[in-house]
């Protein structure tokens, strides 16, 4: 796998993830694809078409006429928000790295905005996507505690108003965090344990 040369204080140039770990994300890659990708919807409405819903007939319903409407597919911004304390050391990082690895192929191709947050007590780290393989595969180096409220604080501006999921195994809230202001700020934030 290419080596990332720039490396931050979460980052080795050896991934913990090979070639064969990679390949086999392929096939989650291309569902994920597919998944938001527009497609060929259909929209009900009452004016006359080719095609007929025998179903909104036989229900005697007004809108019984299908037409083919193409969607533009979906699209979202979020944040990633991954606790890189030395608990989350083996499985879980991998893990991680898998995900933000799958969130980035569909960042390449314009489905989703997202900036990948890393983070410990001593030091945090945002990765914005699309960003080169070699970088996320590179970001597997666990250390010190959680840091999440720091993080949250220090990344205010790019967290305010998006969804953000955190991926941790400890506590989520180590400081105490204002709910309020996130509140009055429109920061809604998921915890996956």
Not at 32 to 57: E, H, N, W
Not at 59 to 88: E, P, Q, T, W
Not at 104 to 127: D, F, H, I, P
Not at 156 to 179: F, M, S
């Amino acid at each position: 796998l290419p080596q990332y040369k720039n490396l931050s204080r979460f980052q080795d140039n050896t991934s913990k993830k090979k070639k064969k770990d990679i390949l086999k994300l392929q096939p989650k890659v291309k569902q994920l694809l597919k998944a938001f990708k527009g497609t060929g919807d259909q929209i009900k409405k009452v004016s006359p078409t080719k095609r007929i819903s025998s179903k909104d007939v036989a229900c005697d319903r007004d809108k019984c006429y299908v037409k083919k409407a193409d969607s533009k597919g979906k699209h979202i911004k979020l944040n990633f928000l991954i606790d890189m304390s030395g608990s989350m050391g083996g499985s879980p990082v991998k893990n991680a790295v898998k995900l933000v690895y799958l969130f980035n192929q569909l960042a390449k191709e314009g489905y989703v905005k997202m900036s990948v947050l890393y983070s410990t007590t001593n030091t945090n780290y945002r990765l914005d996507l699309p960003a080169t393989d070699a970088e996320i595969l590179a970001l597997n180096k666990v250390q010190s505690a959680e840091g999440l409220a720091k993080t949250i604080h220090a990344h205010a501006d790019v967290i305010r108003g998006v969804n953000t999921i955190c991926l941790t195994d400890g506590d989520i809230v180590d400081e105490a965090i204002d709910k309020g202001f996130w509140a009055k700020h429109r920061s809604i934030s998921t915890g996956i344990y």
